[in-house]
T-cell receptor, first 116, second 114 residues
Framework: DAGVIQSPRHEVTEMGQEVTLRCKPI?????LFWYRQTMMRGLELLIY????????DSGMPEDRFSAKMPNASFSTLKIQPSEPRDSAVYFC??????????????FGPGTRLTVL | GQSLEQPSEVTAVEGAIVQINCTYQ??????LSWYQQHDGGAPTFLSY??LDGLEETGRFSSFLSRSDSYGYLLLQELQMKDSASYFC???????????????WGLGTSLAVNP
């Protein structure tokens, strides 16, 4: 079975540009998570969805970040306008709401974003 | 507040045993998990302790003591490929229902030397 799919794998853009990251969760999973990872702050949860509905977006840094999940098989994380401090690896993860083991999440390969 | 504390770095030699500790300050949670992440890779799930005690999976074991607010990951017969970062994570009990949010430690970088 395919795991979590993310695209692009690498993105280099200039400050002020719009960036869109994409994620396809594992089929049958109904929870989806967006994380950001940096050396300084570690792994941060930005937002997560249950059954396509945003449940907790308290980790979204500011209004420049937005996330959508129009259906069970696709989600996007958008940054507009991007800034150099947004440079990080962005991970998407998915799981079942009734996951066993309970805390297991399945991560995609990540998108390495560099904002110049 | 809620936080998980881990050592930032641990070094060991091949064939040895290493223990990575995780102490937490949270009012309640659903179990303790461990994840492994190799450089340039994604976190992958290793283990989950729902109850106090030791869980063993091959060379890896994980332990939880709620009364001591403490857990650890034990890696035995270390191999070079075990060089990676290891994260502990909990799901806070304060959020009811189907909350899936995990609180993560900052990770422990394990270096296994020949």
């Amino acid at each position: 079975d395919a795991g979590v799919i993310q695209s692009p794998r690498h993105e280099v853009t200039e400050m002020g540009q719009e960036v869109t990251l994409r994620c396809k969760p594992i089929s049958g999973h109904n929870s989806l998570f967006w994380y950001r990872q940096t050396m300084m702050r570690g792994l941060e949860l930005l937002i997560y969805f249950n059954n396509n509905v945003p449940i907790d977006d308290s980790g979204m840094p500011e209004d420049r970040f937005s996330a959508k999940m129009p259906n069970a098989s696709f989600s996007t994380l958008k940054i507009q306008p991007s800034e150099p401090r947004d440079s990080a690896v962005y991970f998407c993860a998915s799981s079942k709401i009734r996951q066993d083991p309970y805390n297991e999440q399945f991560f995609g390969p990540g998108t390495r974003l560099t904002v110049l | 507040g809620q936080s998980l504390e881990q050592p930032s770095e641990v070094t060991a030699v091949e064939g040895a045993i290493v223990q990575i500790n995780c102490t937490y300050q949270t009012s309640g949670f659903y179990g303790l998990s461990w994840y492994q992440q190799h450089d340039g890779g994604a976190p992958t799930f290793l283990s989950y302790n729902a109850l106090d005690g030791l869980e063993e999976t091959g060379r890896f074991s994980s332990f939880l003591s709620r009364s001591d607010s403490y857990g650890y990951l034990l890696l035995q017969e270390l191999q070079m490929k075990d060089s990676a970062s290891y994260f502990c994570a909990v799901r806070p009990r304060r959020d009811a229902g189907n909350n899936r949010k995990l609180i993560w430690g900052l990770g422990t970088s394990l270096a296994v030397n020949p």
